[in-house]
């Protein structure tokens, strides 16, 4: 009989998103008439850019064509995609990031998921908390993780590292060695973002006790502050100790066209081996690349009106979240991140659980949000809001937070 990978079994179900539908689902059916505005939701809003768009037309009626029709791509994808990214993304900001070196993908998700495959299974994991769950997941299923615990809501494994308001939401250097690290920045749920020399010490660090930083970095066009680093690879030393994934989702708006990208180095090798060419294996393996269309609408983003049309829908979110964030500040809130991030984390008022303040602010304000607490324990005692939302409605949003509290 075929036995099943009984690690899938020790997950526990996805509490967060479905718990906020349900609640959601059953204010709406006692109040048909109340019209909710959703803050909850970490997809965007904002269509395609133009430029992509057209694009896209173009590459659809090049599959048409018998002479210019592709089949299967390269599993890393094609050339014209990832020099561009090396162009744009890197050399141009004076890194050295080769296009040999970035592997297209269908999301940053997938890539941070699918990483796992290429360590060994005893590797010590260290995670963010809050966090995003797709690495705490992800190591649960490939059996790295241990046991769960509801009373304190961690996995025996795996060393959490609170971010908490003592520590601006950025992880303390540990003390100890560990062999992988996940840090996201600018951080989901959190907003925060971290300076050139946080992230120095964690290379630093890395580089001494061997361990990789798998550095998310699909939030790093919010960033407005010039000294904050967009890249882990800005950090001298980082070549030999970090992967870094990116995403054209919140960026350009594909989280329904799915494109993204992940770097490893040449210079990144442990055990003798290098990691570029394990992924690069492992993607041979189990991937057959990003459709030829979609990586035509991905170039596009770096064309001269792409970019503008990018820049534009960044702005549009950035202004979003400046008026949660100020105007959660105004009404008396303690408000962190929305600044460098399209997140904006809020302390609950007097202590207040996270879930009894999701309630208080659903029923009462007709707006929905994040509760914290389903990040991680240090998510207690916060909500999560965002800046993907419809600019009028979001107003109205903060001035109905307001207006109860
Ligand atoms: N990384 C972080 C921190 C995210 O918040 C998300 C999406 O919400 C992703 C990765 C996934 O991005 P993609 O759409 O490229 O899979």
């Not at 204010?27 to 803050?39: F, G, V």
């Not at 060419?277 to 596009?300: E, S």
């Amino acid at each position: 009989m075929a036995r099943i990978n009984d690690n899938f079994q020790k997950l526990p179900g996805n509490y967060l998103f479905s718990e906020i539908a349900r609640r959601v689902a059953a204010y709406r059916t006692e109040n048909p008439d109340r019209e909710l505005i959703l803050l909850g939701i970490g997809d965007v809003t904002r269509p395609l850019p133009a430029a992509v768009v057209a694009a896209m037309h173009r590459a659809a009626d090049e599959m048409g064509q018998v002479s210019t029709f592709r089949g299967y791509g390269p599993e890393q994808g094609y050339d014209f995609l990832r020099e561009t990214i090396a162009q744009h993304d890197f050399a141009a900001r004076g890194i050295k990031i080769r296009a040999d070196e970035i592997f297209i993908s269908d999301g940053a998700k997938s890539d941070c998921g699918n990483i796992v495959d290429i360590f060994a299974q005893d590797n010590r994991v260290a995670v963010c908390d809050p966090v995003y769950p797709v690495y705490v997941d992800t190591n649960v299923m490939s059996g790295r993780a241990g046991e769960y615990d509801p009373a304190t809501g961690k996995w025996s494994n795996l060393c959490y590292m609170p971010c908490t308001r003592e520590n601006h939401f950025i992880p303390e250097v540990l003390q100890k060695p560990v062999d992988l690290v996940y840090l996201c920045f600018p951080n989901n749920p959190t907003g925060a973002v971290a300076t050139r020399e946080q992230l120095a010490a964690w290379v630093n660090y890395a580089n001494a006790c061997g361990a990789i930083i798998l550095f998310d970095a699909a939030y790093e066009a919010y960033i407005t502050d010039p000294a904050i680093p967009h890249s882990i690879y800005e950090i001298p030393g980082a070549e030999t100790c970090a992967i870094e994934f990116r995403s054209f989702s919140k960026t350009a708006g594909f989280t329904g066209a799915r494109c993204a990208y992940t770097m490893i180095p040449e210079a990144l090798v442990r055990d003798g081996a290098h990691l570029r060419d394990l992924w690069n294996r492992r993607q041979c393996t189990k991937f057959n690349g990003v459709p030829y269309v979609t990586q035509m609408g991905a170039a596009a983003v770096y064309s001269p009106e792409g970019a503008q049309q990018v820049r534009e829908n960044l702005d549009y979110y950035r202004k979003n979240a400046v008026c949660i964030r100020n105007g959660l500040l105004a009404a008396g809130l303690a408000a962190f991140g929305g600044e460098n991030s399209p997140y904006i984390w809020v302390r609950t008022p007097d202590g207040m659980p996270s879930w009894d303040f999701f309630d208080l602010l659903l029923k009462q304000a007709n707006v929905v949000t994040t509760p914290g607490a389903g990040f991680g324990p240090s998510g207690e005692g916060y909500i999560r809001l965002t800046a993907f939302g419809d600019a009028e409605k979001t107003a109205q949003a903060v001035e109905r937070i307001r207006s109860i509290l």
